[in-house]
């Protein structure tokens, strides 16, 4: 396995690299796709691409074709690998894996090491990766600017526990003859008219959509409806491809990627980037940008010990971390050099309890918590 552990900008550093780190005692892994196409210091968007049930990273990145995709529209691509195959949904007996945190600090990681435009970070993802990208609305709004499901709800306990720090755009792509995750819902999970509605309540969006019925380009056996609901608050929007008799698959996918017929009239992927790249999390009004404040994080925390990753903007000038105990009592303290944008220390020798990281130099002081378990 290939530990990144690289800091800076995009110069030289160019397609496919499998990466991990160790995040809550297991090894997490991903394979990152960063397109020759992206200028030397470019701050490209970033889109997480999640796998299916059984399925791997390397598997939805074959199906889904957006490295193609990543090229032609200069974004970064990364294909995470749930824990056993799976993401933790909220499914009664299913994963029990902090995947969010997961999943935050690889958005974090990815930022340190390609530039990654924090404004512009996206998910997706096929059947119980679409799951988890709604849970990545529902948990994760400060990170993610829009998300897309394909063949993916929420699950009974996501619905009803849903309460997403800001309004996000959603797109959804469902076929009507999904036999594995219904249209209509049920066996843990609701139906795409439910999930689609209460998007549409937090988004505040209109109660009527707009409706296209897109050319049957291809005799497969399925269609495509559209539905648009928008204006809505803050400029978002939410939208449905209603694969008519389609399955449960990806639309326009390599191969092939599940269960029923495969709609060829689209490319999910493409209409897929096409919808979340409108989107930013930082536009309030019009053409203006606020100033984004900085990032600074700890992860994983809490954390059973091992290595601990602080990040933080890249500074100008030599910095140092200092560990203290909750009392305030100075336990550690690690020189920082200039131009870091992220520190990894050892916390091995830790006792469980609170502890209190210190980062600063003559321009920056800022305090964050670390709880050991």
């Known amino acids: 396995m290939l530990w990144l552990l690289v800091s800076g900008n995009l110069?030289?550093?160019f397609a496919q690299v499998p990466g991990g780190f160790p995040f809550e005692g297991l090894d997490r892994t991903y394979t990152v796709y960063v397109p020759a196409s992206i200028p030397p210091g470019d701050q490209p968007?970033?889109?997480?691409?999640?796998?299916?049930l059984t399925q791997t990273g390397n598997i939805m990145m074959q199906f889904s074709n957006f490295n193609t995709y990543a090229e032609q529209y200069h974004f970064v691509v990364v294909y995470p690998d749930g824990v056993n195959n799976t993401w933790n949904v909220g499914f009664a007996g299913g994963a029990n894996t902090n995947d969010v945190g997961f999943l935050s600090a690889l958005i974090d990681t990815l930022h340190h090491q390609y530039s990654i435009d924090l404004s512009r970070v996206y998910s997706t993802g096929f059947s119980n990766g679409g799951f988890m990208s709604y849970r990545l609305a529902c948990e994760l709004g400060d990170h993610i600017a829009a998300i897309a499901s394909v063949s993916g709800t929420m699950t009974d306990g996501a619905f009803g526990t849903c309460v997403p720090s800001?309004?996000?755009?959603?797109?959804?792509?469902?076929?009507?003859?999904?036999?594995?995750?219904?249209?209509?819902?049920?066996?843990?999970?609701?139906?795409?008219?439910?999930?689609?509605?209460?998007?549409?309540?937090?988004?505040?969006?209109?109660?009527?959509?707009?409706?296209?019925?897109?050319?049957?380009?291809?005799?497969?056996?399925?269609t495509v409806q559209t539905y648009t609901w928008s204006p809505c608050a803050d400029s978002t929007e939410v939208m449905l491809y209603k694969v008519i008799n389609g399955g449960h698959t990806w639309p326009g996918s390599v191969g092939t990627t599940g269960l029923g017929n495969t709609n060829r009239d689209i490319i999910a992927s493409e209409e897929i980037w096409k919808f979340v790249s409108r989107f930013s999390l930082d536009i309030t009004t019009g053409l203006i940008r606020e100033k984004k404040e900085p990032v600074y994080r700890v992860y994983p925390n809490p954390s059973n010990g091992g290595g601990i990753t602080i990040g933080f903007p890249p500074m100008n000038k030599p910095a140092t971390i200092d560990i203290l105990t909750a009392g305030g009592y100075k336990i550690a303290n690690i020189a920082v050099p200039s131009g870091s944008g992220r520190q990894i220390i050892g916390a091995g020798r830790l006792k469980a309890g609170l502890y209190l990281v210190h980062l600063h130099n003559e321009n920056v002081s800022r305090i964050m918590k670390l709880l050991i378990l």
Not at 45 to 52: C, D, E, Q, T
Not at 174 to 194: I, M, P, Q, R, W
Request: with cysteine.
């Open 11 to 13: 110069t030289g550093i």
């Open 45 to 52: 968007p970033l889109l997480l691409a999640l796998h299916g």
């Open 166 to 222: 800001r309004n996000i755009p959603v797109m959804h792509i469902h076929g009507t003859s999904d036999l594995v995750v219904a249209y209509n819902g049920g066996f843990g999970n609701k139906s795409v008219d439910e999930v689609l509605g209460l998007w549409k309540g937090f988004n505040n969006c209109p109660s009527d959509a707009v409706i296209v019925n897109l050319p049957d380009l291809v005799q497969e056996g399925s």
